[in-house]
């Protein structure tokens, strides 16, 4: 069913044309702004009822106001300069790409105002979309696996920022918290291929979480393979691929395990619980949809505006420390010389 609310993406690359048909067909009407003429005619051919406009000026007095549904879908600098331009106008129903902003004290602000001035706030992390953490929880609560342990991600020139972020936000959803403190070896290329001159982050970071619990993220600028993630219990393994879609659950004899419960008496995890998809989940197309719907409700719950501001500060946290070759406590104030500092991420 369509809704009366008018719709508007900012932003029509790789990642707005996801969202644009979405969008479409959620709103009654849709507008496009992207400052590249190709990419307005590319939506123009692509959705030809829409709008196309090479900025936000250019629709003022055109039905923009309170009840809009946009969506921000460019470079990670840009994102906290549109969300502002967007609540000057009146609107109150935003939908952000991550990065959310390109510094914690942007993103601080980001969340501050949309409090006080009521604006429905979400953020693209794709992994909370697909329900994958409590529907791991949950399957590990059915077969008795216990809690989750560590979290381990690696392959190619993935980006310790722009695969890394959701990562990073999985683990903080997974383990219940945030992470304390994290130490890395990031390196900036400058061969981010949105630009370049935003930077392609490789390296590894081991962000610390309570009980000893620890997520490490190893992306090497050096090679094209994909990343993939593997999730260790106490007796079990979940592996996993980049889009989160098949998922393999494998945990040791039960049998061996009893006779020599002691953790130091290692094995391999022979026992195939699941190959598949996991019970609960959703797919990408669902779960945007959902967080869609959601921000254009005004009830912003699978990806709020919080966990983006957390996941920056876990992230831009693994930057600093590199540079400054020391580990950093977490979350990163706001106020600090590292909080108000941008970075050229997206």
Same mark, same amino acid.
């Given at each position: 069913?369509?809704?009366?609310?008018?719709?508007?993406?900012?932003?029509?690359?790789?990642?707005?044309?996801?969202?644009?048909?979405?969008?479409?067909?959620?709103?009654?009407?849709?507008?496009?702004?992207?400052?590249?003429?190709?990419?307005?005619?590319?939506?123009?051919?692509?959705?030809?009822?829409?709008?196309?406009?090479?900025?936000?000026?250019?629709?003022?007095?055109?039905?923009?106001?309170?009840?809009?549904?946009?969506?921000?879908?460019?470079?990670?600098?840009?994102?906290?300069?549109?969300?502002? /331009?967007? *609540?000057?106008? !009146? &609107?109150? #129903?935003?939908?952000?790409?991550?990065?959310? %902003?390109?510094?914690?004290? +942007?993103?601080?602000?980001?969340?501050?105002?949309?409090?006080? /001035?009521? *604006?429905?706030? !979400? &953020?693209? #992390?794709f992994?909370?979309?697909?329900?994958? %953490?409590?529907?791991?929880? +949950?399957?590990?609560?059915?077969?008795?696996?216990?809690?989750p342990?560590?979290?381990?991600?690696?392959?190619?020139?993935?980006?310790?920022?722009?695969?890394?972020?959701?990562?990073?936000?999985?683990?903080?959803?997974?383990?219940?918290?945030?992470?304390?403190?994290?130490?890395?070896?990031?390196?900036?290329?400058?061969?981010?291929?949105?630009?370049?001159?935003?930077?392609?982050?490789?390296?590894?970071?081991?962000w610390?979480?309570?009980?000893?619990?620890?997520?490490?993220?190893?992306?090497?600028?050096?090679s094209?393979?994909?990343?993939?993630?593997?999730?260790?219990?106490?007796?079990?393994?979940?592996?996993?691929?980049?889009?989160?879609?098949?998922?393999?659950?494998?945990?040791?004899?039960?049998?061996?395990?009893?006779?020599?419960?002691?953790?130091?008496?290692?094995?391999?995890?022979?026992?195939?619980?699941?190959?598949?998809?996991?019970?609960?989940?959703?797919?990408?197309?669902?779960?945007?949809?959902?967080?869609?719907?959601e921000?254009?409700?005004?009830?912003?719950?699978?990806s709020?505006?919080?966990?983006?501001?957390?996941?920056?500060?876990?992230?831009?946290?693994?930057?600093?420390?590199?540079?400054?070759?020391?580990?950093?406590?977490?979350?990163?104030?706001?106020?600090?010389?590292?909080?108000?500092?941008p970075?050229?991420?997206?």
């Open positions: 069913m369509r809704r009366d609310q008018a719709g508007l993406l900012v932003g029509y690359g790789s990642i707005g044309r996801y969202h644009a048909p979405v969008l479409d067909a959620m709103c009654a009407s849709l507008a496009i702004v992207d400052g590249k003429e190709e990419a307005r005619r590319q939506a123009k051919e692509a959705l030809p009822a829409a709008r196309t406009a090479g900025s936000l000026a250019e629709l003022d007095g055109q039905g923009l106001g309170r009840e809009t549904l946009a969506v921000i879908a460019t470079w990670g600098p840009s994102h906290a300069p549109l969300f502002h /331009e967007l *609540v000057d106008r !009146g &609107v109150r #129903h935003i939908f952000c790409e991550k990065p959310m %902003a390109n510094s914690v004290a +942007e993103a601080r602000r980001m969340v501050e105002r949309a409090e006080r /001035e009521r *604006v429905a706030l !979400g &953020v693209h #992390h992994i909370r979309f697909t329900r994958f %953490a409590p529907a791991l929880r +949950e399957f590990a609560a059915i077969h008795g696996l216990g809690e342990v560590a979290l381990q991600v690696e392959g190619g020139a993935g980006c310790l920022l722009t695969n890394g972020l959701h990562w990073i936000d999985f683990a903080s959803t997974l383990f219940g918290a945030p992470p304390r403190r994290v130490v890395s070896t990031a390196r900036a290329k400058p061969i981010n291929p949105r630009s370049p001159d935003l930077m392609l982050y490789g390296g590894t970071a081991i610390s979480f309570a009980d000893g619990r620890e997520a490490v993220i190893s992306l090497n600028e050096h094209s393979l994909t990343l993939s993630a593997r999730i260790y219990f106490r007796d079990a393994v979940v592996e996993v691929d980049k889009g989160v879609e098949r998922i393999s659950v494998r945990r040791r004899d039960r049998e061996a395990v009893e006779r020599f419960p002691a953790v130091t008496r290692t094995g391999a995890a022979v026992e195939t619980l699941l190959e598949g998809q996991l019970p609960g989940m959703r797919s990408f197309q669902e779960g945007l949809e959902t967080a869609l719907e921000t254009a409700a005004g009830e912003v719950v699978t709020p505006a919080a966990a983006g501001e957390e996941a920056i500060s876990s992230c831009i946290g693994a930057l600093v420390s590199a540079r400054e070759g020391r580990a950093i406590d977490l979350p990163i104030r706001p106020d600090s010389p590292e909080g108000r500092e970075w050229p991420i997206s």
